[in-house]
């Protein structure tokens, strides 16, 4: 569900941006914060996608925080990849689905 409220407000910021249009969003990325805050989002398979889709929100409305949900989701990939047998398997999984290779690529854009 975390992952829906998400991706609508990622929606609506790009298709409109009336005051009340990015009020609404704004108040959706408070309650999503306060989830990704809690640190309880990392067993949830998505987990990944929403860090990204806040950091892309928090982004698009110039917030400082912006850089945390991005630098969760790379460390969270980064920790599933560090299970897998082989560092073959571990590069393959850092670059599957667009997701992934969207949080990897980010994340280098910011810190390489």
């Known amino acids: 569900m975390l992952d829906s409220r998400a991706a609508l407000a990622l929606l609506a910021l790009e298709q409109e941006r ?3 249009a990015l009020t609404a969003v704004w108040q959706e990325v408070e309650d999503i914060w306060e989830v990704l805050k809690s640190q309880q989002l990392a067993a ?4 990944p996608r929403i860090y990204l889709t806040c950091h892309r929100l928090l982004e698009a409305l110039g917030d400082e925080r912006a850089e945390t949900p ?3 989701a790379y460390q969270l ?3 599933r990849a ?3 047998p082989d560092a073959a398997d571990r590069q393959l999984f ?3 689905g667009r997701t992934n290779r969207a949080i990897v690529a980010a ?3 910011k810190h390489l």
Do not use: K, M, N
């Open 70 to 72: 991005l630098e969760q």
């Open 18 to 20: 009336s005051p009340e």
């Open 44 to 47: 949830v398979a998505q987990a």
């Open 107 to 109: 994340w280098r854009a």
């Open 94 to 96: 850092l670059q599957a």
């Open 82 to 84: 560090a299970g897998l």
């Open 77 to 79: 990939l980064q920790d």
